[in-house]
């Protein structure tokens, strides 16, 4: 599987379901998904 999308938020867009836990991680200031952080803060809570 070989896809692209245009953003953080469009490749989030099929995914995020409620309940869902995401594990990211980093080492200090390399490797941290900043991008995919503010798309998760950017959506709207589904209650």
Do not use: H, K, W
């Not at 995914?15 to 200031?29: E, N, R, T, V």
């Amino acid at each position: 599987m070989n896809t692209l999308y245009p953003d953080a938020a469009a490749a989030l867009d099929s995914l995020l379901c409620d309940g869902l836990l995401i594990a990211s991680g980093g080492f200090g200031l390399c490797g941290v998904p900043e991008r995919l952080l503010g798309a998760l803060q950017a959506r709207e809570p589904s209650f």
